[in-house]
């Protein structure tokens, strides 16, 4: 037998899960399907960084109008929810690199000022030295920009889960298999355990969604893409900034959430590769053996300062 819903939710991270907990408010009936455990995607294991300053064109104004929706419902999701998403403001920094950076970055500055939520200012050399000794000399300047969030990703997801949960959301733990149609429009979710007749499909399976393509017989261009966070034991002087910079097409994250700090990097031939990263004046190697998990926590601080170039840190 099959069972009813207003609306099913395909993908509980925290995109599904936030419209799912939206439209529960309006008084829908919403079931999530989700073929994992809450929090167990991308949603679960991404930075956690909420700073639309650094998109533009079409998506410009979007990312902002989402950063304010973030804003005005983080205290209320944790309320409800019981779940502490470890929220944090923080000052963002992106570095100049390179002397081409400098054009580009320096016109950010003024396109950053045009938003309300937001104020950036240009530092040069000296001033970044002084906001952060710990950041490599070579750098060319940086972007400062006041008032950006930075979360615990799993946190904040199942917060906004158990928030739509205790409105009355459904969620399943389940692969959906195949739609069904009541002629162009979606009227049952098949999943491997049960059916559900709903009267509307809200595809929310974010690098998955690909996936749908089956379902839909249409191509989404749509693929997951591979990036690494390497978790090491905290700095004995807190890192105070979220640090970001680009070099030979590489990214690297730097930020210290409430416990320790997290570095985005990219991912080679199976070690963890920090490519000029911002703390760094040269490029350094981090093993998966260092990595923060339950077989390597003690003593990963020492193991991985010992080993990062000596030009990574002017103090621990």
Partial sequence: MSVKSDVVVIGGGVIGSSIALQLASDGLTVTVVERDSIGNGASGFALGLINPTNETGNIESLNHESYLMHRDQLERIQDESGVDAQ??????????????????????????????AFYSEWLPPTDVA????RITEQNFGGVLVENVFILDSY??????????????VNFVTSTVRDLSWNKSAISKVVTDQEEYDCGSVVFAMGPWTGTAGVWLDVDIPIVPQKGEIVRIAGFDKPLNHHIHGFHLNSSC???????????????????????????????????PAWIEDDSCARGARGRVANRLPQTCFTGR
């Fill in 253 to 287: 994250s730097v930020v210290q959430k409430r416990r320790r700090p997290d570095l985005a990097c990219s991912h080679q031939t199976g070690r963890y590769r920090v490519r000029h990263s911002p703390l760094c004046g040269s490029a350094g190697v981090v093993n």
């Fill in 155 to 168: 946190n904040y997801t199942l917060a906004v889960a158990q928030a739509a949960e205790k409105r009355g």
């Fill in 130 to 133: 002084k906001a952060e000794p």
């Fill in 87 to 116: 929220v944090r403001t923080k000052p963002h920094l992106e570095l100049a690199l390179t002397e081409e950076d400098l054009p580009e970055l320096r016109a950010e500055v003024d396109r950053i000022n045009r938003f309300d």
